[in-house]
């Protein structure tokens, strides 16, 4: 009976190993370089065969933001592909102010990760500043390898119309002083969310902004961002989804500007959520995510 129970333990434990080893196989994770030299943190998880999804994080962020997206029933028939943007969690944080004020450096690396992926047609997810990224990239080079693209609470200018006024907290963020400069990252933190998150994940979020470079924290409120060439240029599918209470970036104007410059783009106000609508509302999201790319791959 003894024999019996402990083989049938070992049966359980090898099943368990066997189906870890298959979850550990589908997701990868390998640097890319951009052509500036900057070393990107890859990541890959879903389905390596499925249409591609690039996600692309905001300002103290890293690929751990996308946790809801990565584990998404909804979205494991996708290849879900993520990266450390420059100057954030485990990519390459160059301390010359060029690396980051130059848009151009930031739509290069997209186009890096993209060519080096060997991802045909992708959808690209920009959260935040990850939009005005995705802004430069369709700048640079228009939109011929990409299916369409979602901006998330996304930035479409640096402009004081569109972005919230927080004029103090994005001084001390770059602050000499590293206790000022923590606490105002804990801010920033807490005003991406009107549902805060449950502990553990905001204590994750704040040790992913603790990691941001402090060279790209100063540089980085000068970026240019090409958001008349890049939205006017643009012939694929544009949607944007914004919370109804960000704290960060004004969602009507942002819109509207958008649409002026480009009439096509489609928008979803998300009412419960602030400025991470991806994390408070996930199951929405990700439903509208699916939905997204699956009209956009069958054209």
């Known amino acids: 009976m003894q024999r019996r129970t402990f083989f049938r333990h070992m049966a359980a434990a090898a099943l368990f190993m066997a189906v870890s080893v298959v979850a550990n196989a589908q997701s990868r994770h390998y640097t890319v370089t951009a052509p500036d030299g900057v070393a990107l943190a890859v990541q890959e998880a879903g389905n390596a065969a499925g249409p591609p999804v690039v996600f692309v994080h905001g300002l103290l962020g890293s690929h751990l933001n996308w946790e809801a ?6 979205l ?19 301390v010359d102010a060029a690396a980051y004020t130059d ?21 690209v997810v920009g959260w935040s500043l990850g939009a005005a990224v995705t802004t430069n990239y369709l ?7 990409i299916a369409g693209a979602v901006y998330v609470g996304g930035v479409i200018e640096l402009d004081p119309k569109q972005i919230a006024p927080h004029p103090a ?13 923590l606490d105002a990252e804990r801010e920033f933190i807490g005003l ?16 992913n902004a603790a990691m941001a470079s402090f060279d790209m924290q100063a540089a980085v409120q000068s970026m240019t961002v090409e958001a008349a060439r890049g939205l006017r240029s643009a012939r694929k599918p544009l949607l944007l989804i914004y919370g109804a209470k960000d704290a960060l970036v004004q969602p009507a104007p942002s819109i509207d500007r958008a649409r002026a410059l ?16 991806f994390m408070e509302e996930a ?17």
Not at 169 to 181: A, E, F, G
Not at 194 to 207: C, N, S
């Open 69 to 74: 997206q990565l584990a998404s029933p909804a």
């Open 76 to 94: 494991q028939r996708y290849r879900l592909i993520t990266y450390d943007l420059r100057g954030h969690g485990l990519s390459g944080k160059p």
């Open 103 to 123: 848009g151009r450096r930031w739509a290069d690396d997209l186009a890096a990760v993209i060519t080096a992926t060997g991802a045909q047609n992708p959808v």
């Open 139 to 145: 700048a640079a080079y228009g939109d011929a390898q």
């Open 169 to 181: 907290l994005y001084r001390d963020m770059v602050s000499p002083d590293l206790k000022t400069r």
């Open 192 to 207: 991406c969310f009107a549902q805060a998150p449950d502990g553990v994940t905001f204590q994750r979020l704040l040790a």
């Open 262 to 277: 480009n009439p096509h783009v489609r928008s979803k106000i998300y009412a419960a959520s602030g400025h991470a609508p």
């Open 283 to 299: 199951d929405r999201f990700n439903r509208d995510l699916a939905a997204f790319v699956d009209s956009v791959v069958t054209r």
